[in-house]
């Protein structure tokens, strides 16, 4: 009887400042979903003999390779993931006897778009190197975030979305029609989460930035809907008119009871909204007394967002493509799992750019109307008439409990890779179905590179 093989698959998310990585066998989905992200900060350093395009796991010179999402040195890239997959390698599987039958799924994840980070001849050598200095390799992938995002929030169901990813330091969005991501309805911006930290900085001096970071994390920030700012700013106690007390047949009652319920009012805990201070203990362990700065900081971010959403969508010609990419927005990033950031967004993008039904004037659930002087045929043209956020996967009891709700954002991207995995590379996979995807996933399994040699990438995504 022939000896089994042990898949196993390894995912390699490469961020600006921190690269998350899992490394799991290939079995049924749920039960890879426990295995441990782990994070590691982007970087490599030049070599100790100072040799162009060698480099080394420490050292004192630090070589950037990616700048705002972008791979900005190539050579430089190449010898991070090699450096990242040969660790955990022998992390998993310290006695080298055990690594026999072993064969790896290996892919590697791009925050920005792939298409502006690797030319053809750029996927080509990446390619080449990593199937002549890893082993154990079956299959290597290189795939941008929003392919994976979009997999992860439904992939066999939804192929039209809008991906947008708010990193800390660039925001890209993406727009996906039919699983391609189009680079002309696409943007990356350098704007991020750490906008919000710029802001309150301001707001509070004296603070450490690592303060400012606990406050971002903590539960007391929030970014409040118009509805809870107008609560902020108001006065909650009910103002006695004293012409209807005097008037009324039994004032002294209804002063009674006016004083009762008041004191029911406040014995019930105030929301944090309604606080006009809270304390949060930050990871020193020092307790702060914040003010309604807790509430302020977003609102660059969010205009950018307003901004370069409508921007993106508006640049797709087709109009019904339009209003599919207006109804499956997919928010991802740290910043996302703020209280209140991903609805005060979708507020601001109804109120600038949603147009609701106008048969019906007199309908109250009709929040926004088209202008009198707008043609209503051009104002449905152009405009969306709903705008929504693809619910957060929840298929998976297991992939509820992976992550902590501050960071579960961060997690969908591996998410969405170890279900392209399975598709391709689990029992009853489909990989002639997802073998490619435009120019923003390459896909070369070990059998064809080794038949057809680094050439084969011309002859992907045709």
Known sequence: MAPHRDYHY????????TTRVQFAPISGLHESLPSKVISIPSKVYAHPNGEPNYFASTGTTEVQFIKNGHI??????????????????????PDISNLELVTVHLMVIT???????????????????????????????????SVCLLLAHGGNSVSTALAVDIGEEKLT???IVDYLPVNFASVSVPIGGHSINSHLSKLLPGWTPQQ?????????????????KSKTNTDFEE??????????????????????????????????????????????????NVGKQRFLGAEELI??????????????PDVERREELWSNIIFNGPVTSISGFKDRVLEVLSSHHLVSSLDNDNDPESKFRATS????????????????????????????????????????????????????????????????????????????????GPNIIWDLNH
Not at 10 to 17: A, L, S
Not at 216 to 226: A, G, V
Not at 303 to 316: E, H, K
Not at 418 to 442: E, M, Q, R, W
Request: glycine residues 4%; proline residues 3%; hydrophobic residues 35%.
């Open 303 to 316: 205009d950018s967002l307003d901004f370069y959403i409508d921007f993106c969508i508006s640049r797709y």
């Open 111 to 145: 925050s920005g778009s792939l298409s502006d980070s690797f030319s053809k001849v750029q996927v080509q050598k990446s390619i080449n190197y990593f199937y002549e200095n890893l082993d154990h390799l079956t299959s290597i992938t290189l795939v941008s975030n």
């Open 10 to 17: 390894c995912i390699i998310h490469i961020g600006t400042t």
């Open 239 to 288: 103002e006695l008119d004293v012409l209807s007390v005097v008037n009324a047949p039994k004032p002294k009652e209804i002063l009674e009871k006016r004083s009762k319920k008041k004191s029911n009012e406040k014995e019930e805990p105030k929301q944090n909204s309604e606080l006009e201070f809270n304390t949060f203990i930050d990871s020193d362990g020092v307790e702060h």
């Open 212 to 228: 400012i970071e606990d406050l971002k994390r903590s539960d007391i920030y929030e970014i409040l809907s118009d509805a809870n």
């Open 72 to 93: 900005t040195n190539h050579h430089a890239f190449n010898y991070f993931v090699k450096l990242v997959y040969k660790s955990v390698v022998k992390y998993k599987f």
């Open 373 to 452: 002087n707008v043609d209503v045929g051009l104002a449905f043209s152009q405009a969306p008439t709903s705008i929504n956020t693809i619910k957060k996967p929840d298929y998976f009891q297991e992939w509820k409990d992976f992550s902590d709700p501050k960071g579960i954002n961060n997690d969908l991207t591996i998410l969405g890779a170890v279900v392209y995995i399975k598709l391709c590379f689990g029992p009853g996979s489909h990989h002639a179905t997802l073998n490619n995807i435009g120019n923003d996933l390459y896909m070369v399994k070990k059998e064809d590179f080794e038949e057809s």
């Open 173 to 175: 969005i993406t727009s």
